[in-house]
Protein backbone atom coordinates (compact mmCIF):
# COMPACT_ATOMS: atom_id res chain seq x y z
CA UNK A 1 0.00 0.00 0.00
CA UNK A 2 2.86 2.27 0.77
CA UNK A 3 4.49 1.39 -2.03
CA UNK A 4 1.34 2.33 -4.12
CA UNK A 5 1.21 5.91 -2.21
CA UNK A 6 4.24 6.41 -3.27
CA UNK A 7 4.32 6.02 -7.25
CA UNK A 8 0.66 8.01 -7.25
CA UNK A 9 2.92 10.86 -4.75
CA UNK A 10 5.52 10.44 -7.41
CA UNK A 11 3.42 10.86 -10.48
CA UNK A 12 1.63 13.81 -8.86
CA UNK A 13 5.13 15.76 -8.32
CA UNK A 14 6.08 15.19 -12.43
CA UNK A 15 2.59 15.96 -13.51
CA UNK A 16 3.03 19.75 -11.53
CA UNK A 17 6.44 20.05 -12.71
CA UNK A 18 5.40 19.59 -16.79
CA UNK A 19 2.17 21.71 -15.73
CA UNK A 20 4.80 23.90 -14.50
CA UNK A 21 7.36 24.00 -17.66
CA UNK A 22 4.32 24.53 -19.74
CA UNK A 23 2.87 27.84 -18.13
CA UNK A 24 6.49 29.09 -18.11
CA UNK A 25 6.97 28.01 -22.13
CA UNK A 26 3.45 30.19 -22.76
CA UNK A 27 4.10 33.11 -21.26
CA UNK A 28 1.89 36.08 -23.32
CA UNK A 29 3.40 38.81 -21.30
CA UNK A 30 6.85 40.71 -20.93
CA UNK A 31 7.91 42.48 -17.82
CA UNK A 32 9.85 45.57 -18.54
CA UNK A 33 13.34 44.17 -17.88
CA UNK A 34 12.37 41.93 -19.72
CA UNK A 35 11.47 43.75 -22.71
CA UNK A 36 15.18 45.82 -21.92
CA UNK A 37 16.95 42.40 -22.13
CA UNK A 38 15.13 41.25 -25.21
CA UNK A 39 15.51 44.40 -27.16
CA UNK A 40 18.49 46.25 -25.67
CA UNK A 41 16.72 49.49 -25.66
CA UNK A 42 17.58 50.67 -22.62
CA UNK A 43 14.82 50.51 -19.17
CA UNK A 44 14.86 54.35 -19.40
CA UNK A 45 14.04 54.89 -22.53
CA UNK A 46 10.83 52.01 -22.53
CA UNK A 47 9.77 53.31 -19.36
CA UNK A 48 9.63 57.26 -21.01
CA UNK A 49 7.08 55.10 -23.93
CA UNK A 50 5.16 54.56 -21.44
CA UNK A 51 4.65 57.45 -20.26
CA UNK A 52 3.80 59.48 -23.54
CA UNK A 53 0.29 60.80 -24.28
CA UNK A 54 -0.01 59.32 -27.96
CA UNK A 55 2.57 56.52 -27.36
CA UNK A 56 2.01 53.10 -29.50
CA UNK A 57 3.96 50.77 -26.89
CA UNK A 58 1.94 48.59 -26.16
CA UNK A 59 1.89 47.61 -22.16
CA UNK A 60 -0.59 47.97 -20.02
CA UNK A 61 -0.16 48.23 -15.61
CA UNK A 62 -1.40 45.39 -13.33
CA UNK A 63 -1.23 47.53 -9.98
CA UNK A 64 1.73 49.27 -10.11
CA UNK A 65 3.49 46.70 -12.87
CA UNK A 66 4.14 47.34 -15.94
CA UNK A 67 3.20 43.82 -18.33
CA UNK A 68 4.15 44.01 -22.28
CA UNK A 69 2.06 42.03 -24.37
CA UNK A 70 4.39 39.66 -26.14
CA UNK A 71 3.09 39.65 -29.68
CA UNK A 72 2.54 42.98 -29.93
CA UNK A 73 5.63 44.32 -28.46
CA UNK A 74 7.37 42.00 -31.17
CA UNK A 75 5.43 43.79 -33.68
CA UNK A 76 6.00 47.21 -31.85
CA UNK A 77 10.05 46.55 -32.30
CA UNK A 78 9.04 45.23 -36.03
CA UNK A 79 7.07 48.92 -36.95
CA UNK A 80 10.14 50.92 -35.62
CA UNK A 81 12.35 49.33 -37.18
CA UNK A 82 10.37 49.70 -40.57
CA UNK A 83 9.25 52.95 -40.28
CA UNK A 84 13.25 54.03 -38.85
CA UNK A 85 11.25 55.57 -35.64
CA UNK A 86 13.65 57.54 -33.20
CA UNK A 87 11.82 56.70 -29.81
CA UNK A 88 13.78 60.02 -28.06
CA UNK A 89 13.14 62.13 -31.07
CA UNK A 90 10.05 63.94 -29.79
CA UNK A 91 9.72 65.93 -26.51
CA UNK A 92 7.67 64.00 -24.18
CA UNK A 93 4.51 64.93 -22.97
CA UNK A 94 3.99 63.35 -19.60
CA UNK A 95 0.51 61.88 -18.41
CA UNK A 96 0.27 63.86 -14.60
Not at 24 to 37: F, G, I, S
Not at 71 to 86: G, I, Y
Request: glycine share 4%; proline share 1%; charged share 30%.
Amino acid sequence: MEKILEEILYTLQALKNDNLQTQKQEKLTYTLEECVAISGIGRNTLLEETYKVDSTFPYFKVGKKIQVNKAMFEKWLNDMSVNHTELRGEQLKCVQ
